[in-house]
């Protein structure tokens, strides 16, 4: 009985042993790619952020995916959309984009392609194609080409602007054009 089963057990360990072989690429392949997935991923999200029973804003997007790595950040693939609110729950300013995101270390959050900010207050409105807020300094900015309108003017900026982060008080770098609006 003995020599009937070392027959049966020797080739199924060798053929155990040989058909279990993964080059050390395949095997490297496998291991980066998962470095580039999100940790998580949500789709149509709705996000309330309220400070001391105020809500501060609302986020909405279509796709969020999170990315747990030495320097975190959350993804918004396929965009976002963001109402802000004031202190009796009126929406003061909303911002828009097809891309964006937020890097949480450094407090610092990038939207992109057909981006727009709309400051219902002073009744004002950006679009540029990439926008960075920096929450540490409290500033939002763009190198990139501008248009604000306001009541009164339409203003093109070729070398982007900076603002505080209400888009209350902004400067545009190299004025391309201004155009007077009528009522």
């Known amino acids: 009985m003995k020599p009937f089963l ?20 395949e095997v490297n392949e496998v291991t980066a790619t998962r470095d580039t997935l999100p940790n998580e991923s949500a789709y149509d999200v709705v996000i309330h952020y309220s400070e001391e029973g105020l809500t501060q804003f609302t986020l909405e997007t279509k796709q969020l995916d999170r990315y747990n790595l030495a320097s975190p950040y959350i993804e918004f693939p396929k965009g976002l959309f963001v109402r802000f609110y004031d202190s009796i729950g009126g929406v003061k300013s909303e911002l828009r984009a097809n891309y964006a995101i937020s890097y949480e270390g450094k407090k610092r959050m990038e939207a992109r392609n057909d981006v727009e900010i709309t400051n219902y207050e002073r009744e004002q409105t950006l679009n540029t194609e990439h926008l960075i807020w920096d929450q540490h300094k409290h500033k939002i900015f763009s190198e990139e080409f501008v248009r604000i309108t306001t009541k009164e003017h339409i203003i093109f900026g070729e070398k982007g602007f900076e603002s505080d982060e209400e888009f209350n008080q902004w400067t545009i770098r190299k004025i391309s054009g201004k155009l007077d609006i009528t009522s």
């Open 6 to 25: 070392l027959i049966i057990l020797i080739p199924l360990t060798y053929l155990a042993f040989s058909g279990c072989s993964n080059s050390v690429d």
